[in-house]
């Protein structure tokens, strides 16, 4: 791609390639993406990582919605019902920031009552969850998360 448009890897160590964006729209995106082998999405997150290298999406991301009796995992309890947003998807699992300095794990067994192949299958990066605290290890710092939880609570009210 950098040679495609002109540049060098002395133009990618000195953030030299604000108009790269413009010049792959006058060559065109999809002519662009078929010429370095890869899908039209790929190619704009490559573009994105050259413009602003180490961004992390998540930065990005809306924050939790913050309660005023939780400041931190000392004023949470097993059995409280929280909101948070998914910040990392994980083979066994996802990391929920529910507003205290440490994000809560939920593993694969407790997203679903039916069978997920995949996590990502069902929870997105970003995406908004109600989760029910089913462990807490304030020495260790972990809490433990269920959403299958919160839609039977929901259920039986």
Known sequence: MLSLFGYTTDDVKNNNLSDLPAKVKEFGEDKAAQYCELDKATMNDIISEL????????DSLPAPK????????????????????VRNVIDFGAF????VHQ??????????DKYIRHPSDVLKVGQRVKAVI?????????????????KKQASQN
């Not at 929920?96 to 507003?99: A, E, K, L, Q, T």
């Open 51 to 58: 413009i602003k290298p180490g961004r992390d999406v998540r």
């Open 66 to 85: 913050l309660r005023r009796d939780i400041m931190g995992i000392e004023d949470l309890a097993v059995g409280m019902e929280v909101e948070g947003t």
């Open 96 to 99: 929920i920031d529910i507003g």
């Open 103 to 112: 994000d809560g794990l939920v593993h694969v067994s407790e997203i679903s």
């Open 134 to 150: 089913i462990n807490l290890d304030v020495k260790k710092q972990r809490i433990g998360l269920s959403i299958k939880q919160v």
